[in-house]
């Protein structure tokens, strides 16, 4: 499996274990007699306990049939040792049988190809193997087995290259699903999962894209220090596919968008503020036409905690105010009044950014503003007696435009919403 980092995070998790192992290793030195006489009191008793244990053996293995696994109800479509590997407590038994798995897929996928038969997600024989693999495996109720269930899908995956946008229907549902999982192992292999489809499908994953940002903000606030790593690798790979691919639907994320820029965990506003800057940078894709949707939220950043994700954010506003200014048709209006909200902030910044904008908006907009002349002008009377000199300052400055601006105008408008403010 090509999973670059996750090799890295693997081998640090097994320095982990070994280090977990051998502290085990210690405490157990210590209780050497005594694990000496229950060993001799076991062979003791071991004849008697045979017929028990065989009894015991069979039902376990008709409970892990039950639960998916050991071959049971596998329609004969994998192999039953791949099956009982596949949900085998070892990471390597599990990685074997995943890539026996793709193997067993890429030849049945080539004679396929040779007899010029087309997929089929519903009943070909692939589709089955990928309904085993979710059923029995990737919906189990042990954790093992969960985990197995989604290395196959991504080794299926794998093995059918272009080809497997004609099952992502079946594939990634799943896979989706355990991001919500109560192992955190099991969130992880989710990861792990879904960066393997992803790199095989590329832009075709943009299908489920909102599905997918959903559970990395969940994933992004994990307690699970692994699973933060993983959907750190996760949102870079999706980075790349998403600025790469032309069937990205920006109108179909802002909705997810306007929804999650509320949210204060740092983490989540760490993925906010970093995907709004790249989809930003794409030339196909008209950010400042949605900006509305999400602009208070970034100001919100303003005022955040971290020092990292206020500077984030000060940087993405500032490039949006430049790319305002370079562009005329934008719509001013609809920001206006969450520019005007952000004057009654408690942070300082945050009023003195919001004033900044409004006085760029009175030069960029002129007559276009006078509707929302009232708003403005209350802005600027809060302002007028802010504690911070540089705020007053700035309010006093849009106060002049705005009263320029209205002595000039020849155009008509209410007044009487001006002089409620006064």
Request: contains cysteine; glycine residues 8%.
């Amino acid at each position: 499996f090509d999973r670059s980092g996750f090799d890295w995070l693997r081998s640090k998790q097994a320095r982990k274990q070994a280090s977990k192992q051998a502290r085990k290793e210690a405490r157990k030195e210590g209780s050497k007699e005594a694990s000496k006489q229950a060993s001799k009191e076991g062979r003791m008793s071991s004849d008697q306990a045979k017929p028990s244990t065989t009894q015991s053996a069979s039902g376990g293995g008709k409970k892990a049939e039950q639960d998916g696994g050991g071959g049971g109800g596998s329609d004969g479509v994998l192999p039953a040792a791949v099956l009982r590997a596949l949900g085998d407590r070892s990471y390597e038994k599990r990685k074997g049988a995943a890539l026996e798995i793709e193997q067993l897929v890429k030849e049945i996928h080539k004679r396929r190809q040779v007899r010029g038969e087309t997929a089929d997600k519903e009943s070909d024989e692939i589709a089955r193997i990928i309904k085993v693999l979710v059923n029995q495996y990737a919906f189990s109720l042990q954790a093992n087995f969960r985990k197995g269930g989604l290395i196959g899908l991504a080794a299926t995956a794998i093995a059918l290259l272009d080809d497997t946008n004609a099952y992502l229907e079946l594939l990634l549902p799943p896979i989706l699903k355990c991001f919500q999982d109560q192992e955190p192992r099991v969130r992880y292999y989710a990861c792990e999962a879904l960066y393997n489809v992803a790199k095989v499908v590329r832009g075709n994953v943009c299908v489920f894209f909102n599905e997918i940002f959903d559970g990395l903000c969940k994933l992004f606030a994990d307690p699970d220090i692994d699973v933060k790593n993983g959907a750190q690798l996760l949102d870079r790979l999706l980075r790349d596919v998403v600025t790469e691919s032309d069937s990205f639907e920006i109108e179909r994320f802002i909705p997810l968008l306007r929804d999650r820029i509320a949210v204060r965990h740092p983490h989540i506003r760490q993925l906010l503020i970093g995907w709004i800057t790249v989809l930003d940078s794409v030339p196909d894709i008209d950010m400042l036409s949605y900006l509305p949707e999400y602009l208070g939220g970034i100001f919100d950043m303003l005022s955040d905690s971290e020092k990292d994700i206020r500077q984030q954010a000060y940087a993405c506003l500032s490039e949006f105010l430049r790319g305002i200014t370079q562009n005329p048709r934008v719509d001013l209006g609809p920001m206006v009044a969450i520019l005007v909200a952000k004057c009654e902030s408690s942070d300082k910044f945050t009023r003195l950014t919001a004033l900044t904008w409004i006085s760029e908006f009175l030069v960029l907009g002129k007559t276009k503003l006078l509707p929302m002349c009232s708003g403005i002008l209350g802005a600027c009377l809060y302002c007028t007696a802010d504690a911070e000199e540089e705020i007053r300052r700035h309010s006093q400055q849009v106060n002049d435009s705005l009263r320029k601006l209205v002595e000039a105008t020849n155009e008509p408008f209410e007044i009487e919403p001006v002089l409620s403010k006064l």
